[in-house]
């Protein structure tokens, strides 16, 4: 049996640059100039009503307060941070939990302050504040924000029911919070060695069909036991979202998600009928041709990930990770490889795997007057590499539009994934580049996996939540129902060539976007696709797409994504943008092909 990868030597952050401890003073003394910056917001109630006939005078209340808004954001969301990325580590201490629980409700009652703000403005009718802008030129610079505000208009509720919503949120994030302390403290016995949640996912792509064997079972044995404690807050949550949807008068559960993407439902919608179209000629396909190469006429759901050479899986230590990006970085731009270089110069990565800390991985912004972080579990696998790629993507787009401002910053998700995705392209295409041709079929392989696992189910999780909440508005789901439901949508897009034994039905369990994001995971299909297209873009004049690329980015969520994408002459309001796309992953499933 090979040697387990060695993860005692990884990186781990240090968050002092934050705040150094809970008992840190300076978190008190921001929280209250948070809250003494609110209430300066808060003498603005009523005025831009009552200047809405001389537009210079509301412009400059407009400038002003979004000014004070944005300075109150920078205090509470630093925070914020500082406890959701303590508490990511340490899931398996009360004492984390607790302050990240009382700092959300204290959060909650200083920003409900300036709830009044948003609400005010979207009183003004168009042409007033037009005028207002206009007459002001300082506020102009404000219009992607107002643009984003003004969206959620029709959706609104009066300021009691606003303030009740803000008031109770705290208690609802409790279910969430329940979801991953289960999850975090969730470990399984597998051959004499106890594994956690991280592990044992990690495990399946294990090139010993036994150890993936016993791997996933165990994980669907600790699933099980949670199962009706995990379906209960998702049922919690999902009902509550039905209720509020409700109230705000959205037409249907994935509404509220697409306008805070900006996206139109009719691209998402074109979006996911072009991915299910290809099942066949993309997952189905590849999964019939992967048995084949192992000798089966089926795989098991553990073989999905397992590695075609059943020797020892090709492991990458730390330096030589950060050694790839960076030269995958580099290839495309100098900045993008010397923003990234500083998160390895810097404590401000978590690599470490360890007990209690959460699974996934993510790059945390905190706020445009800070850096980000970046969460992942390291195992040492070519996965790892290129989520490292991933998570660093974020993290180069995230300090690319710091100068914009926090609330100018912030990017809808649609947009958000472009830049991790585009990293994980460019590093796939390093490796492919070095190996050799026996190596060559092994990373088309990953690739397409990756493809599939990124595109092909995650519009499978968009199905399955789509069904989820549609059955929820008829009563709470038993873990066995949202089980089955969970089972027909993963045979659909898996394909008959990949056999889901009882165990799987409980899987869904572990998926935290259900939980903590209804309908975020399309963005993910989203992100790649997207990326398919401009890679396509960078192949035909790579010295012209940088400095485009980086103006994308740059831009953060100042444009939409239709915006963004036309310098590039790209529509993906058209179902055609997205069928290419998954050509693309068609035409690697046809090499791989000609490779069995």
Excluded at 375 to 385: A, H, I, L, S, W
Excluded at 524 to 546: C, I, N, Q, S, T
Aim: hydrophobic share 45%.
């Amino acid at each position: 049996m090979n040697a387990p990868f060695k993860t005692d030597a990884l990186p781990t952050w240090r968050l002092d640059d934050l705040y150094a401890s809970r008992e840190d003073p300076r978190i008190e003394t921001d929280l209250t100039e948070a809250e003494r910056v609110n209430g300066e917001l808060a003498k603005l109630e009523g005025r831009m009503i009552a200047t809405r006939a001389r537009p210079a005078e509301l412009g400059g209340i407009i400038d002003h307060g979004i000014e004070l808004y944005e300075q109150a954001v920078n205090l509470m969301w630093g925070v914020g941070a500082y406890a959701s990325l303590s508490a990511s580590t340490a899931r398996d201490d009360p004492a984390w939990s607790k302050f990240e629980a009382d700092l959300r409700a204290r959060s909650a009652r200083i920003g409900a302050m300036s709830l009044f703000f948003a609400l005010e403005i979207n009183r003004l009718e168009d042409d007033e504040l037009e005028a207002a802008l206009k007459a002001h030129k300082p506020a102009g610079r404000w219009r992607p924000w107002l643009r984003q505000v003004r969206a959620g208009r029709p959706h609104e509720l009066t300021a009691d029911l606003e303030r009740l919503l803000i008031d109770k949120a705290p208690a609802v994030a409790n279910w969430a919070r329940l979801s991953d302390e289960t999850l975090a403290r969730l470990s399984a016995r597998v051959a004499g060695e106890t594994l956690t949640l991280s592990e044992l996912l990690n495990r399946t792509s294990d090139p010993d069909p036994a150890r993936r064997k016993a791997a996933a079972q165990a994980l669907a044995r600790a699933l099980a036991e949670r199962a009706p404690t995990l379906a209960l807050a998702l049922n919690t949550l999902a009902f509550e979202k039905q209720v509020e949807d409700r109230w705000r008068k959205y037409p249907t559960p994935a509404a509220s998600r697409h306008l805070a993407n900006e996206v139109d439902a009719d691209a998402v919608d074109a979006l996911e009928a072009a991915v299910v179209e290809s099942y066949a000629a993309v997952s189905h396909r590849y999964y019939r041709l992967k048995a084949q190469v192992l000798g089966r006429k089926h795989l098991e759901h553990w073989d999905r990930n397992a590695p075609l050479d059943p020797g020892a899986p090709r492991t990458y230590g730390w330096d030589e990770a950060r050694g790839i990006v960076l030269e995958s970085f580099e290839a495309l731009a100098p900045q993008f490889a010397d923003t990234a270089r500083t998160f390895f110069a810097q404590p401000w990565i978590d690599a470490k795997p360890r007990p209690g800390k959460q699974s996934g991985a993510y790059s945390h912004s905190v706020t445009a007057n800070r850096h980000p972080y970046v969460f992942m579990n390291y195992m040492g696998e070519r996965r790892d590499v290129l989520t490292l790629a991933h998570e660093l993507g974020h993290a180069v787009h995230q300090t690319l539009c710091q100068p914009l401002g926090t609330l100018l910053a912030s990017t809808p998700l649609t947009l958000a994934e472009t830049a991790s995705i585009f990293g994980e392209g460019l590093v796939f295409e390093k490796l492919l580049g070095e190996a050799s041709k026996a190596e060559r079929r092994g990373l088309l392989a990953g690739k397409i996996e990756d493809g599939i696992n990124t595109v092909v189910r995650q519009i499978a999780f968009h199905r399955f939540e789509t069904r989820f909440h549609a059955a929820r508005q008829h009563g709470e789901l038993s873990p066995d129902e949202i089980g089955g439901l969970w089972m027909e949508i993963m045979r659909e897009s898996l394909g008959p060539a990949v056999r889901l034994d009882n165990g799987y039905r409980h899987y869904w369990a572990y998926i935290s976007h259900f939980v903590h994001a209804p309908f975020y995971v399309y963005a993910y299909a989203f992100g790649d696709l997207l990326v398919r297209a401009l890679m396509e873009k960078r192949r035909e004049d790579p010295a012209a797409f940088a400095p485009l690329y980086e103006r994308l980015l740059a831009a953060g969520g100042t444009r939409t994504y239709v915006e963004a994408l036309a310098p590039f002459g790209l529509n993906p309001r058209e179902k055609a943008f997205w069928a290419a796309g998954m050509r693309q992953m068609e035409r690697l499933v046809d090499e791989f092909e000609a490779l069995v």
